[in-house]
């Protein structure tokens, strides 16, 4: 089995995963009037994706992207209220046996440590399951509170990107945090 299929076949037998508060799982058209909660308010959006205008739109974000191509990418359902309040997803290029990850929350559950306990477990699938020898994950400059997220699950800042990309059609600069399969089974163990 090459790496690719190795990747596939992990992420597709592990669909659901949980954690002490949350259960991490695909997402459906019935979460998105939870997401749509947070994906219209511009504090939670500011640095992580275009702002939803209606619930139809996130509706089609859903459908397009999360429900289209589902590997990989996470429902954050939260176990006490059953709540759908954010997202978080694991991209992998095979060919380098890295990964990235990319997450959104719902500002209502913010200081909480749902986010960390989130990542952890998408690491935990990365380099456990997936046999993955890097992970990585950027923030814009600005969004320090993701890059705490990054710090508490271990990952160090391996690079500061100036002016990077165009963010909301301004030049913005990001950080690069990763944590390698070393780092990770020495944290874990």
Known sequence: ????????????????????RLILRPLTLADAQDMFEYAQDAETTEHVFPQHQSLAETR????????????????????????MIGTIDLRVDPVAMRGEIGYALNKSRWGQG?????????????????????????????????GRVMQKIGMKKEAELPLSRLWKGKPVGEAMYGITSADWFKRVM
């Open 114 to 146: 749902l986010m960390p306990e989130a990542a952890m477990a998408i690491l935990a699938l990365g380099f456990d399951t997936l046999k993955l020898v890097h992970i990585q994950a950027f923030h814009n400059l600005a969004n320090e509170k993701s």
């Open 1 to 20: 089995m090459d790496h690719k299929q190795q990747i596939m076949l992990g992420f597709a037998e592990n669909t659901r995963l949980e954690t002490e």
């Open 60 to 83: 089609e974000i859903v459908a397009g992207v999360f429900m289209a191509d589902p590997l990989g990418k996470y429902a954050l359902e939260e176990k006490a209220s059953g709540k």
